[in-house]
């Protein structure tokens, strides 16, 4: 079983912003201090009270120990110059973008995929954000109602508890309550602005040209395991001016047989690039099947490929956007 199947989740990567935290760190101007002791004047915008996917958390002070599971996570807490108030991070799809990289090297990392409750807690973290529901896992004691009997808030993406389609408002919605849990509304605003920017600059470049149907291959043999139309993904392919071929499907991912593949005849594959199976191996598995031959995408062998940690609600949703858009118009201005 793939991994993507074992997450129910639920792109080589790009320049992106820089951690929008060099002039405002913790202390600085706009950057919280230390958690609020007895006596101590509460820091500004706080308590915070914030509900998340039906959990309701109360913030005294932002949070100083945070551990993230799940790249998006990571990158999302990165991208808001918080790594100082990071005390481990898990899970990685993919390299962490470059512009990270030096401020990740310095967070200790508990585990190669999910660590266990005893590590997890071991790193005495106030604040823990996961990617993906299983971050979660009630069989591994990580669960987010365990974690706050230990006095740890808890985060989950939005993406996973929407209940709808995915889109724009929500990755608003994540980083701003995010940097709002951490005492950085400002950073937040920037971030959000910084990714309207750049989508909006690919949407008013391929607006005009024809859209091509999409099909996401994320992985399967006997069937195929794709993007539906309540995932970031499928908001993904339409900015970048395309239309999934299985937005109807109503899933953040779902399985679909071939034969429905062959019915909807995509233009194009999207192939998402993670985990041990290479693009060209996904690519031969296509053009290898007879019953393929005649989709227009295999048959002309008209390839996109975006890494799985850019399909996500995080920080790179705007990568996804520019790449794909290049790879679906490349005679676009």
């Not at 608003?172 to 989508?199: H, N, S, W």
């Amino acid at each position: 079983m793939s991994r993507s199947r074992a997450l129910l989740r639920a792109l080589a990567p790009l320049p992106l912003l820089i951690p929008l935290a060099a002039c405002d760190g913790p202390g600085g101007p706009g950057g919280p201090g230390p958690g609020t002791a007895a006596g101590e004047a509460a820091a500004p915008g706080f308590p915070y009270t914030a509900t998340n996917c039906g959990v309701s958390s109360t913030y005294q002070a932002p949070p100083q120990r945070a551990v993230t599971m799940n790249q998006h996570a990571t990158e999302l807490l990165l991208a808001l110059g918080l790594q100082d108030r990071m005390a481990g991070t898990a899970y990685l799809d993919d390299a962490v973008l470059p512009a990270y990289r030096p401020a990740y090297d310095r967070i200790k990392v508990l585990a190669e995929e999910y660590p266990s409750k005893e590590v997890l807690l071991g790193a005495n973290p106030d604040f823990v954000y996961g990617g993906y529901t299983s971050a979660f896992d009630k069989a591994q004691g990580r669960d987010r109602e365990t974690l706050a009997k230990a006095g740890i808030n808890t985060r989950l993406n939005v993406e996973y508890c929407t209940g709808g389609p995915v889109g724009l408002d929500q990755l608003k919605t994540e980083i701003t309550e995010l940097a709002r849990t951490f005492g950085v509304p400002e950073r937040g605003e920037r971030l959000i602005a910084e990714e309207q920017r750049r989508i909006g600059a690919v949407t008013d470049r391929v607006k005009d040209r024809a859209r091509p149907t999409v099909f996401v291959y994320d992985s399967g043999e006997d069937s195929a395991f794709t993007s539906g139309g309540h995932g970031i993904g499928n908001e993904i392919v339409s900015l970048a001016g395309g239309t999934n071929t299985f937005a109807d499907l109503k899933d953040t991912f779902g399985d679909v047989s071939w034969e429905k593949v062959i019915e909807r005849k995509p233009e194009v594959v999207l192939i998402y690039d993670y985990g041990g199976t290479t693009v060209e191996a996904k690519k031969q598995r296509l053009l290898n099947d007879p019953a393929l031959a005649e989709v227009p995408a295999v048959k002309n062998r008209r390839f996109a490929v975006l890494p799985l940690s850019s399909a996500v609600l995080g920080v790179r949703v705007a990568d996804a956007v520019e790449a794909l858009g290049r790879q679906l118009h490349p005679d676009a201005p």
